[in-house]
């Protein structure tokens, strides 16, 4: 009977204070969709352009030899050059980076035979960016001359997109709010307010360009070009409108 006593006066002392906190106003969130009035949902692309600053290729040396160890060695050293060659052109080193290094067996295939090893291939290649897109050309024909026989890129892209990524984001506000006045006229309703705005996507101008692979010849007469044009840059808003 005592336990019984004791936990009814618990249960006494403890209801004020839950409902106390029963009591706590609820936080108030206003709906995505309001009340009253007509929503519309418009999705708009802002752009702008750029000129690349930025050239990103990979650059690579690929040997052949009837042993592994030598495959190897020989791609060492012609590599060795290759990065040497960088160097002398002021690439830093922080934008040179190894993409791959790979050992592989050839092979000599015939009929109703095993297939044979006939020797082993070796390849390094390395991602190089660089952020003087106007002497790349050069510095890749420096590249070839000193053992470069595998080439791909370049890709062309912007260094730093953020304020290029704020004009586009302005634009598609702007290209949102042209549209919404349009469909408020023609529906014989105005704009009242925005109600949401999401961005949805975004290209900073670096996306993969179909790559160019060369093999060329360490006595190329012609001096290799690259043309950096322009690039655009473009985000993507998907903006709620309320319409009255």
Do not use: C, H, W
Request: proline share 6%; net charge positive.
């Amino acid at each position: 009977m005592k336990t019984a006593s004791f936990l009814t006066a618990l249960a006494a002392v403890a209801l004020p204070g839950a409902g106390a906190m029963a009591q706590t106003a609820p936080t108030t969130v206003e709906p995505m969709v309001p009340a009253a009035g007509t929503v519309l949902d418009v999705t708009a692309e802002g752009r702008t352009t750029r000129v690349p600053d930025l050239a990103t290729i990979r650059a690579g040396v690929v040997s052949q030899s009837p042993t592994a160890a030598a495959a190897l060695t020989d791609n060492a050293q012609r590599m060795t050059k290759v990065l040497d060659a960088l160097k002398r052109a002021g690439v830093a080193p922080r934008d040179i980076a190894t993409s791959s290094v790979q050992l592989s067996p050839q092979y000599r295939y015939a009929d109703n035979q095993p297939p044979v090893i006939t020797g082993y291939q070796a390849t390094n290649t390395v991602s190089i960016r660089f952020r003087d897109v106007a002497k790349s050309g050069t510095i890749l024909d420096a590249l070839v001359a000193q053992g470069a026989n595998q080439i791909d890129g370049p890709n062309l892209s912007i260094d730093k997109p953020e304020a290029a990524l704020d004009e586009a984001r302005a634009d598609a506000i702007a290209q949102a709010k042209r549209r919404a006045d349009l469909y408020a006229k023609a529906a014989g309703l105005r704009v009242a307010r925005i109600v949401s705005i999401a961005e949805s996507g975004q290209d900073t101008g670096g996306s993969p360009q179909p790559m160019m692979a060369m093999m060329r010849g360490a006595m190329a007469k012609d001096s290799t070009q690259i043309a950096p044009g322009e690039k655009d840059v473009t985000v993507t808003l998907s903006v709620r409108f309320l319409l009255n």
